[in-house]
C-alpha cells in the first residue's frame, strides 16, 4: 500500500507538472506576437502565411459563378451551390458568406506582425521596408475584396464593412461597427500608397508575379479606381501599367499554356497553389466530372475562331462540358495557380474607362478593346463604335468572356446595375433573372458574426 501511494504521488506530481507546462505555451503571456516575431525569418514566415491567407479569393471567385450567369448546375453535381445558383441564399448560406472570416483572417495575419518589423534583429532597412509594404499591400486587398463582396455600389457615405488596423488575437471584447464606405476607401488607398513609397521601383530583373510590387499595386488601383467610377484615375494606372512593357498580352499557344500553369504571361499577381485544388476542385470533380459547368449563356457567346472557347470550356467523354479554365496543371487535375490581376483585365478597364469618363475617347477605347480581341480571335477584324454607350456594353460582354471564372462577372453585374438573366437552357425560370439592384447582389455577412457583435450590422433584405 505505501508503495502504491508513492506511485500516485509520482503520477500526480508528472501530471500537474505537464499541465503546467501545456498552459505555459498556451498562455498569451508566456507565448505572443511580442516574442513570436524576433527576428527577421520569423517575419519572413509571417509574411509567407499572410500570402497564404490572400487564398480567400478563392470563395470570391466561386461564389460569383454561383450566383451569376457564367456557370450553370453541372450534370455531376450532388448538391453544392444550388442553394446560392437558385438565388435562395440566406444569412447563414456559407457559400455567399464565404469570404469574409477569411478576408479578416488575412488582414489580422498583417496587423498581428506590422507593430514588430521595426525591432527585429537582422535584415536591413531596404528588407524592412519591402516586407512592411507586402503586408501593407495585403490589408488593402483584404479590405477590398470585403467591400466588393459584402457592400453595396461604392458610395462614400454608404454602410462599409469594419476598419481593422490592429491585432484582435485574443480579444473578446472587441466589437467594432461598420465604417462608412469612404472611410474604408480610405484605408485601402492609404495602405496601398504607403506601401508603394516603401517598394523599390519594379524592373524586369525584380519582377516577381507571386508577391506584392509597385507595379501590380498599381494594377490593383486601377481595379479600384473602376469599381469607385474614378474613370480618368483608372486609365491612368492602367496606362502605367500596360506602358511599363514588364508584362505583354500573349495569344496563341502561350495563352492557353497560362491556364495550365505552363506559362506565366500577363500574369501581375497569383496565388501559388502547389498541392491544394481549392480553385479547380470547386467546379471540377475527379475525371473531369462537371459540378459546376459552363453556362451555355457564357459557351455561346464566343465565336467559333475565338480561342478562349477551347481554352477555358471542355467537354468529358460523356459530352458533358466542365470548367477547363481551372482543369489541370503537371501538378495534376485541378492543382493550378489563382491568376488574382492579369494584363488583359488592364485594357478592358482602361476601354471601360474610356468610354464612361466625362468626355468620352471612343477611339481610344475601341484600340483597347481590339487589340485585345486580335490576340484571341483568329482572323479578327477590328470594329467601330458609334457611341460610348455602345462601347461600355462592349466591354462588359467582353469581361464576361475574358475573365469568366475570375471572379468578376456578379461583381461586373452589380456596379453596372445590370441584372442577373440567365438562358433557359441554363436555369429553371424561378431562377433565371436575379433583377438589378436587388439585395441578393450585395452577398449576406455571417449569421455567426453578426449574433457575436452586436454593433455589425446585417445587410437590408437578410
Known amino acids: 500500500m505505501k508503495y502504491i501511494k508513492t506511485y500516485i504521488a509520482v503520477l500526480l506530481t508528472l501530471f500537474v507538472v505537464s499541465c503546467e507546462k501545456q498552459l505555459n505555451q498556451n498562455n498569451p503571456v508566456t507565448f505572443s506576437d511580442d516574442n513570436a516575431y524576433r527576428t527577421i525569418q520569423d517575419v519572413q514566415l509571417g509574411v509567407n502565411g499572410a500570402f497564404g491567407r490572400y487564398a480567400a479569393i478563392i470563395p470570391d471567385i466561386y461564389k460569383n459563378s454561383l450566383t451569376s450567369d457564367e456557370a450553370k448546375i453541372g450534370e455531376d453535381n450532388g448538391g453544392s451551390g444550388q442553394i446560392a445558383f437558385r438565388f435562395q441564399y440566406h444569412s447563414d448560406n456559407a457559400e455567399t458568406s464565404a469570404g ?14 506590422l507593430p514588430h ?39 462614400p457615405s454608404g454602410l462599409g464593412v469594419p476598419v481593422m488596423t490592429e491585432a484582435t488575437v485574443g480579444d473578446i471584447t472587441g466589437k467594432p461597427a461598420r465604417n462608412s464606405m469612404a472611410e474604408v476607401m480610405t484605408q485601402i488607398e492609404t495602405d496601398i500608397a504607403n506601401a508603394k513609397s516603401l517598394f523599390p521601383e519594379t524592373t524586369a530583373g ?14 490593383f488601383q486601377a481595379r479600384i479606381s473602376l469599381y469607385k467610377g474614378d474613370y480618368d484615375a483608372a486609365i491612368n494606372y492602367a496606362s502605367e501599367v500596360i506602358n511599363s512593357g514588364l508584362v505583354a498580352l500573349a495569344s496563341g499557344t ?8 505552363l506559362s506565366y504571361s500577363e500574369s501581375l499577381f497569383r496565388v501559388r497553389l502547389l498541392q491544394s485544388s481549392a480553385l479547380g476542385g470547386q467546379y471540377t470533380g475527379p475525371g473531369f466530372s462537371a459540378i459546376i459547368a459552363p453556362s451555355d449563356k457564357l459557351t455561346n457567346a464566343y465565336d467559333a475562331a475565338d480561342i478562349r472557347l477551347a481554352t477555358f470550356i471542355g467537354t468529358t467523354p460523356a459530352g458533358h462540358r466542365y470548367v477547363k479554365k481551372h482543369g489541370s496543371s503537371s501538378r495534376g487535375p485541378s492543382i493550378v495557380d489563382v491568376k488574382a490581376c492579369r494584363l488583359s483585365e488592364m485594357y478592358l478597364i482602361r476601354s471601360e474607362a474610356y468610354a464612361k469618363k466625362s468626355a468620352p475617347d471612343i477611339a481610344s477605347g475601341a484600340a483597347d478593346l481590339n487589340t485585345l480581341r486580335s490576340n484571341r480571335i483568329f482572323g479578327y477584324v477590328n470594329e467601330n463604335f ?10 462588359i460582354e467582353e469581361r464576361f468572356k475574358e475573365l469568366c471564372f475570375e471572379g468578376f462577372r456578379f461583381y461586373d453585374l452589380k ?6 438573366q440567365r438562358a433557359a437552357s441554363d436555369a429553371s425560370p424561378a431562377w433565371e433573372t436575379l433583377p438589378a439592384g436587388s439585395p441578393l447582389f450585395v452577398y449576406p455577412i455571417p449569421l455567426d458574426a453578426i449574433k457575436a457583435n452586436p454593433n455589425l450590422v446585417q445587410n437590408p433584405g437578410y
Not at 386 to 395: E, M
Open 254 to 261: 502561350d495563352y492557353q499554356n497560362i491556364w495550365q500553369d
Open 206 to 219: 525584380n519582377f516577381s508575379d507571386t508577391v506584392l510590387n509597385k507595379l501590380n499595386l498599381t494594377a
Open 415 to 420: 456596379r453596372n446595375n445590370l441584372p442577373v
Open 386 to 395: 458609334g457611341s460610348a454607350a455602345a462601347l461600355a456594353d462592349a466591354v
Open 100 to 113: 469574409y472570416y477569411e478576408y479578416y483572417s488575412l488582414i489580422d495575419q498583417v496587423n498581428r506582425i
Open 117 to 155: 518589423i521595426g525591432n527585429v534583429t537582422g535584415g536591413n532597412t531596404d528588407r524592412k521596408n519591402e516586407l512592411t509594404a507586402q503586408l501593407l499591400g495585403l490589408r488593402a486587398l483584404g479590405h477590398f475584396g470585403l467591400l466588393q463582396s459584402f457592400c453595396g455600389n461604392y458610395n
